[in-house]
């Protein structure tokens, strides 16, 4: 059954269907679009920072690398949650040829739900002669005893959420199928459920609230991962610590901005990550907040400008001129640099 075919019939057993229910059909449906499309890079939806530049996986894997130095120096799980194309990966692994102790320690595992994704990590990974890799759809939990150092680039912002807006009371909004009309529409209910309204409480000051049990249960399976194994998870994503006023579910299309309801199972959903609630997540499995700040600081702080210059000498104008935008780009706080927040957690 296709997509939308698939949502009705849902929306008939119910009369309704929330908007996270609707997103994980158009997301990770049989057709969805994380299930069959190639999703990342210039030409397509979106681009993320690792596709904009080498130098961000760079800073990435100098971090990684000076983690376990200190904290590690024995042989390590390295999983990354969502590879995409697998050019993060590819760019560690570049970077840690230079420090060839760190890079036999490695046991490799990706986390993907693409095949198509897959496939391309598999071949960029062949590029750089790395053979020894685990592909699983899920975290587990129970793997081995060995540390793990967990890392994720706009992973977290592709979960589903229920939204909620206040007007003297909360409600919240569904989505129903007018048959006659052949259209999605929304509709809002009160929200009668105590356990909810006090969840809401943490939203007062918001007229928009944005919840997703399934990032909130999948951040879980990290924390108790890294409680069990030990180790440490970077969390890199569009998100906020005080929630936004009013809503952040975006959904593009061909680097457009598009409605919910359009392009079912072809377009990108996301919506910004709660950082305050990873961090709460983190806190009740009795983990450490190492860090928590924006892109542009935590790229600085890994010697990105640095790096920016290395790169840039003796090159002509145009070469030079194209590293200065990626490096604006990464970290310019109108672009990449604040909205993308920093999250490292680690086990005590
Ligand atoms: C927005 S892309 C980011 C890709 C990559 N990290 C980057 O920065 O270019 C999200 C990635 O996560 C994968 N993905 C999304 N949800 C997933 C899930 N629940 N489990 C495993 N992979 C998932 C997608 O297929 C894709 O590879």
């Not at 993907?112 to 598999?122: A, G, M």
């Not at 005080?242 to 199972?265: A, C, D, R």
């Not at 990626?326 to 927040?341: A, C, H, P, V």
Request: net charge positive; proline share 2%.
């Amino acid at each position: 059954m296709k997509i939308k075919e698939l949502i009705i019939s849902e929306i008939k057993k119910n009369k309704k269907i929330d908007v996270s229910k609707f997103i994980e059909f158009c997301l990770y449906g049989d057709d969805g679009y994380y299930i069959k499309n190639d999703v990342i890079g210039g030409k397509n939806d979106f681009i993320t920072s690792p596709e904009i530049s080498q130098m961000f996986g760079e800073m990435l894997a100098a971090f990684l690398i000076n983690y376990w130095n200190k904290n590690i120096k024995t042989e390590f799980n390295l999983i990354e949650l969502g590879p995409g194309t697998g050019t993060l990966i590819v760019d560690i692994l570049r970077t840690a040829t230079k420090n060839k102790k760190f890079l036999n320690s490695i046991n490799l595992t990706l986390i993907e739900k693409n095949k198509n994704l897959i496939i391309k990590q598999k071949n960029n990974l062949r590029n750089i002669n790395f053979y020894s890799v685990n592909w699983t759809k899920e975290i587990d939990i129970k793997k081995n005893n060995r540390p793990s150092i967990i890392y994720s680039n706009e992973f977290f912002d592709c979960f589903p959420i229920r939204q909620f807006y206040k007007k003297n009371k909360w409600y919240e909004k569904y989505i129903k199928y007018n048959e006659t009309q052949k259209i999605f529409n929304f509709i809002s209910e009160e929200v009668d459920n105590i356990k909810m309204l006090n969840k809401l409480e943490k939203f007062n000051d918001v007229v928009v609230a944005e919840i997703s049990e399934a990032r909130k249960k999948y951040f879980e399976l990290v924390c108790k991962h890294i409680k069990k194994n030990s180790g440490v998870c970077i969390t890199i994503d569009y998100g906020y610590k005080e929630p936004p006023k009013y809503f952040s579910l975006q959904t593009i299309y061909n680097h457009n901005k598009t409605h919910l309801f359009e392009n079912l199972g072809n377009q990108d959903i996301t919506a910004h990550v709660n950082f305050d609630e990873l961090m709460s997540i983190a806190y009740k499995y009795e983990l450490k907040i190492d860090l928590f700040c924006n892109q542009k600081d935590f790229l600085n702080g890994c010697g990105l400008k640095e790096r920016k210059e290395e790169l840039q000498k003796n090159k002509n104008e145009k070469t030079f001129q194209k590293i200065e935008l990626d490096y604006e780009r990464l970290t310019n706080k109108s672009q990449m640099g604040e909205i993308f927040k920093v999250l490292v957690i680690s086990c005590l």
